[in-house]
């Protein structure tokens, strides 16, 4: 076989890529264009396992299959450089974050570039660039100045409110702003000073400042988001989290609720991140209804989706942190309250919300009064009741909600059953079969629309609620007391915050002597020396969170150095928005949602022509760890190989699965690895020493980390590209195997074989090609055409070995058929299909070429040969021409001498005829 030199090709063509600026693109109006894009990826010291590239090499496959398809192709990488792990490092290390994380990135650009990915490095953005956040500041100040305007249903400049405040107060304003903003009138607004104004807007500002109860991490020093706290710890580190109110930097997200549920319609992104989004969002229409607290003039208000239910409310359940709890609770309650509510706080909403076994909960020792039936009704807490959701008060129906059911019947509360509206009044069916039925009042005998329309009527009527639409998400919170993140773009006078100039920006991160909170608390910009405007009024000391940079860095990569905008008109009217978007589903509501609230402001304000930013998304599947086990005897320092563990007393431990091939271990560079092994007896199978093995989550402390960088030294990256995608389907999780990489290198092998003698020289017939080779080749095209359209990209490698073994087989060395399919084959072994490019005597770069089209006519055939069946077994093989009807096969068929020794000479009964399948005969 001829030798292929992985090496040292794949390294020319990187540099010749590089060189020549082969993947630099720009704005051409004249071509059609295509986005695709990957997921930011956060650069971490350990650089990439064989895990990471999988949804990389995917976009890159279609990337390159697109420009050769006659598209304008922006394929852009950059980094999520900001963030809580370089700042942790930077407080155990004393190293500036800018340091690790440039170090990290370099590490990074390093493994990307030897996989062979054609970015256009030329448009590589980073967060933590000034240049960068000097825009992500600028689109704050934006939301700053910007109000929802319900009745528009957009945002609109803050102007537009000012002026409608001097000319009429907020009478006539429909707008998404705090609740407890109050009415004023014109003469009000205009008797106000700076101060009062500015504080009243910072009602109605898309961002702003208000008390807000946050995870903080007393240990880490900053506020985490529900994502980063797991069972009352912070996902990094494992700190303890506790529930703190705290001035808050916020954003209106819920001011586009409704806009974020209706926009998925719009876009082809999977069902499930769509359903996750919706349910995160969590629209429902109800009502909020008043209940009064026995011998108290105050109400507790509940909102409920199921109105028509109110008669059989049996208790009510408060959120722990609720305000009101404390004045509730009773003496003899108060040293189990405080204990719960103590408790409550170390957990995050995500867990409350989800953790469904466990239930608890406690009594106040008070009672409300049920505004319908007159009933007493005994207020609990429990901590799966959210302060922020609704009114964070909940009115249990334990006959119509499985999670009152479980925590009545695990308290012993009573259960009943009001009569089903839907069925005729008086029916006594329970299906709880607990309690006892009560009847439903003033609705019996209504259907559940009904109910709720006429109780809904009642509590306007008495002044005790009102119908409403609630969300369960919440204003997202903006501010985080770290350092490593994009400084607040605002300084404060008077308590009140304002705005840096355009010109002011970027407003840089100071230097600080370290990078934990000051003695007072203050988050670590508060060491900063001077940080403060010019006169003297200080900034904002918190920066923003890790989402902010991603949540507009598609646009910028349209147009990556403009200084005088985010991005020009032009590059936003031409590249639009993403074509086809690459990441993990773990961001469905972080990332996901946030980017998508920044894409529909920035659609309001005017400055894009989208209201999404990704037309099509896909995410990626997990490639699991395979790790390898040897069998060590207990209490002996022997090792026992796979098959015969079960005749000693053993137990297994993880080996490095880089010291395994085939499940063979490599024993002396085990003795290197564990070297207390370094005297052991191995106990072999047949000469070897079998390990075992299991699929696993890819980690170290699993040592079943497989590093690309061997794998692309070993093998060459077109062979890890092509067997990455062979593994399965690009959107579902499979265990690596490197025992099969050798397939796919062999495959790569076998190709550069063709286009090569006996003697290893090039060696390339100008010779017309058979019809059997143009067959093979035209079949590869349409296969490959078709999967890449439908991301079957694991068949399409499958697909190229079968034509490479069929033209082997056929010993085609022909130009004709060869030089199309390394068009084919460019956009998934790019270094091996530029070679041969060259080396077929073409000066510019293969991705310079048109992919090649499908000519239907090579692959219909000319004959077909049919197996004969005589009543169910066959008889005889019958070659016929491939265009003949029904009625010619059958007569063809039953002319056959051996079909008619096997009939006898009898008229059959029935003929079966399946084109280009079979013939069957019934005698």
């Known amino acids: 076989m001829a030798e292929y030199k992985h090496l040292e090709i794949e390294k020319k063509w990187q540099k010749n890529w590089d060189d020549q600026g082969v993947y630099k693109v720009k704005t051409d109006p004249s071509k059609p264009k295509f986005y695709a894009l990957d997921m930011f990826p956060y650069p971490s010291g350990a650089g990439l396992h064989v895990g990471h590239p999988l949804g990389y090499i995917a976009t890159d496959i279609i990337s390159r299959f697109k420009r050769l398809k006659g598209y304008n192709v922006l394929h852009p990488m950059g980094f999520d450089a900001f963030g809580l792990p370089a700042e942790q490092y930077a407080i155990q290390t004393g190293q500036h974050p800018a340091i690790t994380t440039e170090t990290n990135i370099t590490r990074y650009k390093e493994q990307l570039t030897s996989l062979g990915f054609s970015y256009d490095w030329s448009r590589e953005v980073r967060t933590s660039d000034p240049s960068y956040y000097k825009w992500t500041q600028w689109i704050f100040k934006q939301l700053f100045n910007s109000w929802y305007n319900k009745t528009a249903d957009k945002a609109e400049r803050i102007e537009t409110l000012i002026a409608e405040f001097e000319a009429n107060g907020n009478s006539k304003v429909n707008a998404v702003c705090d609740e407890d903003t109050p009415a004023f009138t014109a003469v009000d607004w205009k008797s106000w000073d700076e101060q009062q104004q500015q504080k009243m807007l910072l009602k109605y500002r898309l961002t702003y400042i208000a008390e807000t109860t946050v995870n903080w991490c007393p240990e880490l020093g900053t506020v985490l988001s529900n994502d980063e706290v797991k069972d009352g710890f912070s996902e990094r580190g494992g700190h303890p989290v506790v529930k703190k109110t705290m001035p808050q930097w916020s954003m209106r997200i819920t001011a586009y609720a409704d806009r974020l549920i209706d926009g998925l319609d719009t876009v082809d992104w999977p069902e499930p991140i769509k359903d996750m989004q919706r349910n995160w969002i969590g629209k429902s229409h109800g009502a909020e209804v008043d209940f009064q607290i026995e011998n108290s003039d105050k109400k507790i208000t509940v909102f409920t989706t199921r109105i028509d239910t109110i008669y059989g409310v049996t208790f009510m359940v408060l959120a722990p942190e609720a305000d009101i709890v404390e004045e509730l609770t009773t003496p003899e309650q108060k040293e189990k309250i405080e204990a719960y509510v ?76 009001i009569i089903d509206q839907q069925k005729v009044t008086g029916t006594e069916a329970d299906p709880t079969k607990e309690g006892k039925m009560i009847n439903s009042g003033m609705l019996d005998g209504l259907s559940p629309l009904e109910a709720i329309e006429k109780a809904n009527a009642y509590i306007v009527e008495k002044g005790i609620g009102t119908p409403k639409v609630n969300y369960r998400i919440r204003d997202a919170i903006f501010g985080r007391q770290r350092y490593w993140g994009e400084p607040i773009p605002v300084y404060f006078k008077d308590g009140v915050p304002y705005l840096l100039d355009d010109d002011q920006l970027p407003l840089n991160l100071p230097e ?88 529909k402001f920035l659609y309001d304000m005017g400055y894009i022509e989208v209201d999404e930013y990704a037309k099509k998304l896909v995410n990626q599947g997990m490639i699991q760890g395979r790790s390898n086990f040897v069998y060590r005897v207990k209490n002996e320092n022997k090792y026992v190989s796979h098959g015969l563990r079960k005749d000693f007393d053993c137990y297994a431990v993880h080996v490095d699965v880089n010291i395994v091939k085939d499940d063979v271990l490599d024993i002396e560079a085990f003795k290197k690895f564990r070297p207390d092994a370094t005297d052991a007896e191995f106990v072999l199978e047949d000469g070897k020493y079998i390990c075992g093995w299991e699929v696993e989550k890819m980690s170290k402390s699993k040592y079943n980390v497989v590093n690309p960088d061997d794998l692309v030294s070993r093998y060459g990256a077109d062979t890890l590209r092509m067997y990455e995608m062979f593994l399965g389907p690009i959107e579902q999780s499979k265990p690596w195997n490197t025992n099969g990489i050798e397939g796919v290198y062999k495959f790569l092998r076998k190709f550069w074989g063709l286009f090569h003698d006996k003697s290893d020289n090039f060696s390339v017939s100008d010779a017309a090609p058979t019809k059997d080779e143009l067959k093979v080749l035209h079949g590869l095209l349409k296969k490959i055409e078709e999967d890449v359209e439908r991301l079957s990209l694991n068949t399409s490698v499958s697909n190229f070995m079968i034509a490479v073994n069929e033209l082997q087989s056929l010993k085609c060395n022909k130009r004709a058929i060869l030089e199309p399919m390394t068009i084919a084959l460019a956009s998934f072994a790019p270094h091996q299909a530029e070679e041969l490019w060259s080396l077929l005597g073409h000066e510019s770069t293969i991705f310079d070429a048109e992919f090649p089209a499908f000519d239907e006519s090579h692959l219909k055939e000319d004959s077909f040969e049919y197996p004969i069946m005589v009543n169910g077994k066959m008889r005889a093989k019958v070659q016929m021409a491939a265009d003949l009807s029904k009625e010619e096969i059958e007569a063809t068929a039953l002319a056959n001498e051996n079909v008619q020794k096997w009939t006898e000479g009898k008229t059959p009964k029935k003929v079966i005829v399946v084109p280009k399948k079979i013939v069957n005969v019934v005698v």
């Open 342 to 417: 103590a408790m409550a706080k170390n957990k995050s909403e995500r867990e409350r919300m989800s953790d469904v076994k466990t239930i608890s909960g406690e009594f106040t020792g008070s009672y409300v009064i049920n505004p319908f039936s007159g009933e007493k009704v005994p207020v609990w807490i429990a901590d799966y009741v959210l302060a922020g959701y609704g009114t964070g008060a909940v009115m249990a129906v334990p006959s119509g909600d499985q999670r009152d059911f479980d925590f009545a019947k695990h308290f012993d509360l009573p259960i009943v059953k």
């Open 512 to 599: 600080v002597d370290k990078y934990l909170p000051t003695e007072d608390g203050e988050p670590p910009l508060g060491r900063a020396e001077n940080w403060s405007s010019a006169d003297g009024h200080p900034y904002e000391l918190t920066t923003m969170p890790g989402w902010a940079g991603s949540s507009w860095y598609f646009f910028r990569y349209m147009d990556p150095t403009n200084e005088e905008a985010f991005a020009s008109e032009e590059a936003l009217k031409y590249w639009k928005q993403v074509d086809f978007y690459m990441g993990g589903s773990e961001h469905a509501t972080g990332h996901l949602l946030y980017s998508r609230f920044w894409t």
